[in-house]
């Protein structure tokens, strides 16, 4: 995308959001995290950190939710999907911090050979 596109993109993007917030419109923080899987991984790790990741909700105030999806096609060859919802910023700080979030980031490394994440608020 050329630089200029960016910047008007950018600017839309400014004006739009904080008037739907300001019309009412619900708004929640996305945070999505991608994972390539090594070849053979350790079958009982990966459903621990799943089993993490599934339980945070219940742990972690403003966390309203975690889906995970199988990726069919990916450009990086990402294996899975993982998509979390968060009421606010706050929460999802509370949420890196977890211990159940610290653990996962412990034991996944070795599993993986690709990571992406990203946020976006809608």
């Known amino acids: 995308m050329?630089?200029?596109?960016?910047?008007?993109?950018?600017?839309l993007l400014l004006g739009i959001v904080p008037?739907?917030?300001?019309q009412g419109v619900p708004h929640k923080l996305h945070h999505l995290v991608?994972?390539?899987?090594v070849e053979n991984p350790d079958e009982a790790?990966?459903?621990?950190?799943?089993?993490l990741f599934a339980g945070l909700?219940?742990?972690?105030?403003g966390m309203e939710s975690v889906q995970f999806v199988?990726?069919?096609?990916?450009s990086e060859d990402f294996d899975l999907g993982i998509i979390m919802i968060f009421d606010s910023e706050e929460a999802q700080?509370?949420?890196?911090?977890?211990?159940?979030?610290?653990?996962?980031?412990?034991?996944?490394?070795?599993l993986l050979s690709g990571f992406s994440k990203f946020d976006y608020w809608e």
């Not at 008037?19 to 300001?22: N, T």
């Not at 991608?34 to 899987?37: D, E, I, K, N």
């Not at 790790?45 to 089993?51: A, R, S």
């Not at 700080?93 to 070795?110: L, S």
């Open 45 to 51: 790790v990966q459903d621990e950190i799943l089993e």
């Open 19 to 22: 008037s739907l917030r300001a």
């Open 70 to 74: 199988s990726l069919l096609r990916s």
């Open 34 to 37: 991608l994972f390539q899987w």
């Open 93 to 110: 700080k509370a949420y890196e911090t977890h211990p159940d979030h610290v653990r996962i980031t412990q034991i996944a490394p070795p």
């Open 57 to 61: 909700p219940a742990k972690v105030e």
């Open 2 to 11: 050329q630089p200029f596109k960016i910047v008007v993109l950018g600017f």
